[in-house]
């Protein structure tokens, strides 16, 4: 679903939202949203390499997808945000005509680009990303740079898509999400004990 939010503070994703959102139209696999807006997050991180390095996130226009999944221990909840941002770089290569690289759960846009510190590079991170597990819930946030700014790190990538292009992306990986894990979820169903 596809709702309004000012910006993402990282708040979001520090309890569980879905219920809040779907209300009866929660699903037992796996619900997600995505929005337009700009990232800043300082307080709520979620990240101890961030956190100690007193590192912060930021992008002046991003679309960002939160998303919840139950029954999911931490080593599947990072399996599965390493297996939604494959297919969210897969996405964005196809929207953008860009070659994609995966480093970790990082989606790196290969083009040569000005980062923000005027340096210029082969390759830049498109997006941030987090996920972790608590009471047997995974959530998760990954952001993708339209317009990473000036207050960016210079690895920062911008998608520059436009309006239209944002709109059919943020759909598209809605429903690669929704069929993932309903097809993930069916398939624990059939097992022959």
């Not at 101890?48 to 939160?66: G, K, P, Q, V």
């Not at 919840?68 to 599947?76: A, H, K, M, R, V």
């Not at 520059?160 to 309903?182: G, H, L, P, R, T």
């Amino acid at each position: 679903m596809i709702i309004d939010q000012q910006v993402y503070d990282g708040d979001f994703i520090h309890e569980r939202f879905a219920y809040k959102v779907f209300r009866k139209e929660v699903t037992p696999y796996g619900n997600i949203v995505a929005f337009r807006a700009p990232m800043f997050v300082k307080d709520n991180l979620i990240d101890l390499e961030d956190t100690l390095s007193n590192d912060y996130i930021y992008s002046e226009d991003a679309i960002n997808f939160c998303w919840e999944i139950p029954n999911l221990c931490p080593f599947g909840a990072v399996s599965f945000q390493r297996l939604l941002n494959t297919t969210i770089g897969s996405i964005i290569s196809q929207a953008t005509g860009k070659d994609i690289s995966m480093e970790g759960d990082d989606i790196m846009v290969v083009d040569e680009f000005k980062g923000s510190d005027d340096k210029i590079r082969e390759k830049g991170k498109v997006s941030v990303s987090i996920t972790y597990s608590k009471d047997n819930v995974a959530l998760g946030h990954t952001g993708i740079n339209i317009k990473a700014g000036k207050k960016a790190p210079g690895f920062a990538y911008s998608t520059n898509m436009s309006d239209d292009v944002v709109e059919q992306f943020m759909q598209a990986v809605i429903d690669v999400f929704e069929s993932e894990v309903k097809d993930e979820w069916l398939a624990t169903t059939k097992i022959i004990v």
